[in-house]
């Protein structure tokens, strides 16, 4: 996909079952920018089009890659493994989402439109992949590291000890 947008006509992609892939320069995806460590890398994506089980256009969605975040406590690099299958199931925009579309966290009702912008749409579900407040697991986070290396004295327990020995 070029930096230019990309408009599909989503209901007959669906119904074509049409299919594209392509790759994502991370620096194209300016929504993303915030979340961001680093904006080298790419996503892969497919977007497949194809009908679900009651008989509506769907896209099936699929994005990897490899993204560097910035960890929300530290603020330092955070690699992000982005594998996401996603099935967007199209509704007239008349009609209203579909409350029981949302059952399955995979599985999202958008409303259908003559011009999708798959540019548009990719970059969405991308921001949508990575977690509202990304952190390393605590034992790799360089602040928590930290924290236990000075804060023997400090621990929970001796606090609670202190806390406790005026009671006795
Ligand atoms: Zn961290």
Not at 19 to 24: D, F, N, P
Not at 31 to 54: H, I, M, Q
Request: net charge negative; glycine share 6%; aromatic share 2%.
């Amino acid at each position: 996909m070029t930096s230019g947008t990309r408009a599909i006509d989503p209901a007959r992609f669906a119904r074509d079952r049409s299919r594209v892939t392509g790759l994502l320069a991370v620096d194209q995806l300016p929504r993303l920018a915030d979340l961001l460590f680093s904006r080298e890398g790419v996503v892969s994506y497919s977007v497949e089009g194809d009908t679900s089980a009651n008989g509506q256009p769907m896209l099936r969605i699929r994005l990897s890659g490899d993204l560097a975040v910035s960890c929300q406590r530290c603020l330092d690099c955070l690699p992000l493994h982005l594998d996401v299958q996603r099935e967007l199931v199209l509704v007239a925009a008349a009609a209203g989402v579909d409350p029981l579309q949302d059952e399955d966290d995979d599985t999202d009702a958008i409303p259908s439109t003559d011009a999708l912008d798959l540019h548009d749409l990719l970059e969405q579900e991308i921001v949508l992949s990575v977690p509202m407040a990304p952190r390393h697991p605590e034992s790799a986070c360089g602040i928590q590291a930290a924290d236990e290396k000075s804060g023997d004295a400090g621990s929970p327990f001796s606090a609670l000890a202190r806390f406790k020995r005026p009671q006795n």
